[in-house]
């Protein structure tokens, strides 16, 4: 899905459309391997598209990699706040991204395999869940609800072990995804400086329901 404003004439949408055919063509072939060395010409006739084409919108295959892995941060962002909207408190909104991620591992396999193969580095991206990350920590450090001075370093921590989750949801299918979220949720508050009660029970609340 484009992330720019809708064009505004047949050729633009035309050609946003082309662009948004590569784009979706790498994210497939990062979640099925990770692997960028795919051919321009194996990347065209996945988008089904011609190989010339493939240079009126990207220089290079690293150009369009790191526009697949944006446009994966940036939905990924977007249903975060699509299912969390409403929620104000910052302990809550740390604790069920955790938990939609485990969700959405399965519900949404392409999307988090990008994420598994490549978000370590893009975990300081200016799109997706980044800059997200990073104002709500600010508004939780700012009201007293998180006690870490830094920002940025709990950001680290943050999608560090996020990163580790969906790795795990992959690697161990059997273990039940929203507890481990839930358990993995509950250290972290914690170490943002939650009191030990009140991360537990955060970390276990009712999900908003938006279907």
């Given at each position: ?5 809708p064009p ?9 459309e ?35 084409t ?36 910052p ?48 508004v ?18 943050l ?29 972290l508050l ?22």
């Open positions: 899905m484009p992330t720019s404003a505004k004439n047949r050729f633009e949408r035309r050609r946003a082309t662009r948004q055919a590569l784009v979706r063509a790498a994210r497939q072939i990062l979640a099925e391997t990770g692997d960028t060395s795919a051919s321009i010409q194996t990347i065209a006739e996945r988008a089904d598209v011609g190989f010339g493939f240079y009126n919108h990207f220089e290079s295959k690293t150009e369009l990699f790191d526009a697949a892995v944006r446009d994966a941060l940036e939905e990924f962002g977007r249903t975060f706040d699509e299912q969390l909207e409403g929620v104000d408190d302990a809550e909104l740390v604790a069920a991204g955790f938990r939609l991620s485990a969700h959405l591992s399965a519900s949404r396999p392409e999307l988090m395999k990008v994420l598994r193969h490549r978000g370590l580095s893009h975990i300081y991206s200016d799109s997706g869940l980044a800059p997200r990350a990073v104002r709500d920590l600010e939780g450090i700012a009201s007293g609800r998180f006690t870490v001075a830094d920002p940025t370093v709990a950001l680290t921590a999608g560090g072990s996020l990163l580790a989750l969906v790795e795990l949801r992959f690697a161990r299918p059997d273990l039940d995804g929203d507890e481990t979220a839930s358990n993995l949720a509950e250290m914690r170490m943002l400086g939650v009191p030990p009660e009140d991360a537990y029970d955060v970390a276990r609340r009712p999900l908003p329901d938006r279907d």
